[in-house]
């Protein structure tokens, strides 16, 4: 009966995954900051639309997961052995904190954010809405009154025709 050995993965293969994962989580933190400036840009300006998309509050769970991720790889690509306990432990758990932003961000932004437009007397205009199957991921607008609210629509359906 033959043993097989256990093959460790070649140092470029890991130094390949290593960055692609650094660069992932560089994308999700650009993606998180450009959410989160779009937002405080219409919230400074008070401006006549408020558009939420839920999709960039994924952004900081996913960068914080993938760079512990890619940190725990890089000790590994660096010392070419497996990372102490210590490392794994405080990766897991970082990756552990990431999963649940993912999960708990988007909701909580989104109440937040439809508070924060109730208050400031904007209305919610449903048909401009993307509604995806995947409910999570859903553009909301928030509109000063119904007029901007029907010209929203008609933009969306000019520019978005398929939907």
Do not use: Q
Request: with cysteine; hydrophobic share 45%; net charge negative.
């Amino acid at each position: 009966m033959k043993i097989e050995e256990e093959k460790t993965p070649s140092f470029t293969y890991l130094l390949c995954i290593t960055i692609a994962l650094f660069a992932f989580s560089i994308y999700a933190t650009v993606g998180f900051w450009d959410f989160c400036y779009h937002l405080i840009d219409h919230f400074i300006n008070d401006t006549p639309v408020i558009i939420f998309d839920r999709g960039g509050a994924f952004g900081l769970g996913c960068s914080i997961g993938l760079f512990a991720f890619g940190f725990a790889g890089a000790v590994r690509v660096i010392s070419g052995k497996k990372a102490p306990d210590f490392i794994e432990r405080k990766c897991i758990f970082f990756m552990l904190i990431g999963i649940a932003l993912i999960i708990l961000l988007p909701i909580i932004s989104s109440i937040a954010i439809s508070m924060y437009a109730y208050n400031k007397d904007y209305i919610d205009c449903d048909e401009a809405e993307y509604k995806p199957t995947w409910p999570i991921y859903r553009t909301n607008y928030y509109t000063k009154d119904d007029a901007t609210c029907i010209e929203l629509v008609e933009e969306v359906k000019r520019d978005r025709p398929f939907l």
